[in-house]
């Protein structure tokens, strides 16, 4: 029997394809263009092992409310602060944020990343953490970070080389500029890509494709190729964790932070 739905306050669940085969997480900040702020790390986290646990759920699909998949952090009301009184952005990830990515990854089911428009910083790195990424053609993907003198996190600097190659990751990591949806799909950073008309029909027809297909052979395949491309993925996120952390202690995180809020370009230091 399939388990009831737990109420979350910034993300919602929904059971779509083939009598509730498929689980909608729909992240649900459409006003903050739904960045991650403590209580939507907290509910994802929930969405995720909920989908675990519910052996009714055979495929999973993830999702923006709204015009945005995600614009990422909400720099406002993401991070505490350590002792030193620097963000905890290292914190965060470890206690909120990776075990989400890896949740995903881990998740014996195939898992759909629905961009229904800009996916950026943490958000890029959640969509590329999911299997298929389906991208409306007005999307684009966007490692945000080093915009604001931040490293990229949630997996990004795995997901993207896996995904694209070196060149690409280094391209997007260091210049921090948007690839649009047409492009992200040359370079192999998502599976398919449908004119924005469209895009919703698509997205039901492949979850149903996956609810209904054959889940212990979708999970093998899942467990293989993490094998193959991700089998450091817990090192590679502690160690994106431990340089954010130090990232996050700089001049020029503040002036990235200050830049943003103020909306001029930052002027960094190199501190």
């Given at each position: 029997?399939?388990?009831?739905?737990?109420?979350?306050?910034?993300?919602?669940?929904?059971?779509?394809?083939?009598?509730?085969?498929?689980?909608?997480?729909?992240?649900?900040?459409?006003?903050?263009?739904?960045?991650?702020?403590?209580?939507?790390?907290?509910?994802?986290?929930?969405?995720?092992?909920?989908?675990?646990?519910?052996?009714?759920?055979?495929?999973?699909?993830?999702t923006g409310a709204g015009r945005a998949f995600s614009s990422g952090a909400d720099l406002h009301a993401a991070f505490g602060a350590t002792p030193e009184g620097h963000p905890d952005v290292g914190g965060a990830l470890r206690e909120r944020y990776h075990p989400i990515i890896a949740g995903l990854r881990a998740l014996p089911k195939p898992v759909v990343a629905a961009v229904n428009g800009p996916a950026a910083g943490i958000g890029c790195s959640l969509a590329l953490a999911c299997d298929l990424v389906v991208a409306r053609e007005s999307a684009y993907?966007?490692?945000?970070?080093?915009?604001?003198?931040?490293?990229?996190?949630?997996?990004?600097?795995?997901?993207?080389?896996?995904?694209?190659?070196?060149?690409?990751?280094?391209?997007?990591?260091?210049?921090?500029?948007?690839?649009?949806?047409?492009?992200a799909l040359e370079w192999g950073l998502v599976s398919r890509v449908t004119a924005d008309d469209a895009f919703d029909a698509e997205v039901d027809a492949l979850a149903e494709?996956?609810?209904?297909?054959?889940?212990?052979?979708?999970?093998?395949?899942?467990?293989?190729?993490?094998?193959s491309l991700y089998g450091r993925m817990g090192e590679q996120l502690d160690l994106e964790a431990a340089i954010q952390q130090e990232v996050a202690a700089s001049d020029d995180f503040r002036e990235g932070v200050r830049a943003f809020a103020e909306k001029r370009p930052a002027r960094f230091s190199g501190h």
């Open positions: 029997m399939a388990l009831p739905l737990p109420e979350l306050e910034t993300v919602r669940l929904r059971r779509g394809a083939s009598n509730g085969a498929e689980l909608r997480i729909v992240l649900d900040r459409p006003g903050r263009m739904n960045a991650w702020n403590t209580q939507l790390g907290r509910d994802l986290g929930a969405a995720v092992e909920f989908a675990a646990a519910d052996d009714d759920v055979r495929a999973v699909t993830v993907l966007l490692l945000a970070f080093v915009n604001i003198g931040l490293a990229p996190d949630g997996g990004a600097t795995m997901f993207v080389a896996a995904r694209a190659g070196m060149a690409r990751a280094a391209e997007m990591a260091l210049l921090g500029e948007r690839v649009p949806a047409r492009r494709r996956l609810a209904t297909g054959p889940t212990r052979a979708y999970a093998g395949a899942k467990r293989a190729l993490n094998a």
